[in-house]
């Protein structure tokens, strides 16, 4: 049989099915290029690309930004969000290297960040609610089909949104440091509420058009921790909008996955009640709090991209060997996970290499003795 290439390894492990090896792949937003990159390639790694289907437009909305001193070192500025029924403004922090590393990311991989949100108190909330009553999502596949074509069998390219439903809430406008969130939803629970209910009723059509999309693959990048997300929070806000999302992506034959890279353990029992088909970035102990082993069990018909947990590239190579040994012998077989170098952050090249040096002689299906193998090898 024919060796399978990082594309098909990854959607075979994704549907489910068994691939001839364990899936390892990087995120482009982390990835270096170099020697040690193109090495780890050579030897199996394959990578991820995410770009959106869609473009939005705020229809109705001044939008403008201002900065403390225009520099190329750590910038700050306010952008100010105008509309005829109020302005709401939010402080934004960007590190050295803003628009020039991957992504928004700066040269250490760090994404910019608030340090004042938009929404403060009860009057703003008509004007976030404005603004997603006048945003026009449309369709724009020009990026997927243009990383699909550069990736080839290299690796894959999928579709998705950074933040839906709640979690534009908690993470984007309002915040939840401090508790903000929590105060407000105590507070103004109605404002909340409506707010919820009016940013998904704006996404509704975004999941029609990544359904029609050239991606295998959907990302709701929804950075789920069940210490922010509670069970309540959950059933009522998360599982509607993934049920809602899910119809329309399953219907346009994706697979859609959330991102999940915080604890979990108060969600274990409602994960399986989901239609999602991949927990992505799943983090096991010391970072998050269930362990692979556990995770496969509780959900038979989830797939799990499990990130690789930073704070093991930390101690360094060999440990960072150990780590991943012992996470081959939590998998059972194998066939549902693959594995994501880094879901966060840079990985050194010593740290991409000692991860590789495990995970290339991976086969399907996994067995104790094959994993007794690799580690003798690595002596």
């Not at 050579?42 to 770009?51: E, H, K, Q, T």
């Not at 340090?115 to 369709?139: Q, S």
């Not at 997300?229 to 119809?247: A, G, S």
Request: a negative charge; hydrophobic letters at 40%.
């Amino acid at each position: 049989m024919a060796e399978m290439t990082r594309r098909e390894r990854m959607l075979k492990a994704s549907r489910r099915q068994m691939a001839d090896r364990v899936p390892f792949f990087h995120n482009w937003r982390h990835c270096q290029q170099g020697w040690a990159e193109r090495d780890c390639r050579n030897r199996g790694m394959g990578l991820s690309w995410a770009r959106p289907s869609y473009t939005f437009t705020w229809h109705g909305v001044e939008v403008t930004e201002t900065y403390e001193s225009f520099t190329t070192a750590t910038q700050t500025l306010r952008r100010t969000f105008k509309t005829p029924v109020g302005t709401i403004s939010q402080v934004e922090k960007r590190e050295p290297g803003y628009g020039q590393w991957h992504g928004v990311r700066g040269w250490r991989d760090v994404t910019p960040w608030q340090t004042e949100r938009a929404i403060k108190g009860p009057d703003d909330y008509k004007v976030l609610k404005y603004m997603y009553e006048n945003l026009e999502i449309e369709p724009d596949y020009f990026g997927l089909e243009q990383a699909k074509d550069w990736l080839g069998e290299d690796g894959m390219v999928w579709d998705w949104v950074p933040h839906a439903g709640l979690q534009l809430l908690m993470i984007d406008w309002v915040g939840s440091e401090g508790g903000r969130f929590f105060v407000h939803h105590a507070r103004y629970p109605d404002l909340v509420e409506e707010m919820y209910h009016a940013i998904s009723k704006a996404y509704e059509p975004l999941w029609e058009i990544a359904a029609s999309s050239p991606a295998d693959f959907f990302l709701l990048a929804d950075n789920v921790d069940a210490v922010l997300v509670n069970p309540k929070l959950f059933k009522k806000y998360f599982m509607p909008e993934w049920e809602k999302c899910c119809t329309a992506l399953h219907g346009g034959g994706k697979l859609v996955g959330v991102h999940a890279d915080g604890r979990l353990a108060a969600l274990k029992h409602l994960i399986p009640e989901t239609p999602i088909d991949v927990i992505e970035a799943l983090h096991v102990p010391q970072m998050g709090d269930l362990s692979l082993g556990e995770a496969l069990a509780l959900w038979p018909e989830k797939v799990i991209w499990t990130g690789f947990p930073g704070s093991v590239y930390a101690l360094g190579p060999q440990a960072t060997k150990r780590q991943a040994l012992a996470m081959l012998r939590d998998m059972g077989t194998g066939e549902r996970v693959c594995f994501e170098m880094s879901t966060e952050n840079q990985v050194s090249n010593e740290n991409l290499l000692a991860l590789t040096s495990v995970l290339e002689h991976a086969t399907l299906p996994l067995t104790p003795e094959k994993i007794d193998e690799i580690e003798r090898s690595l002596k």
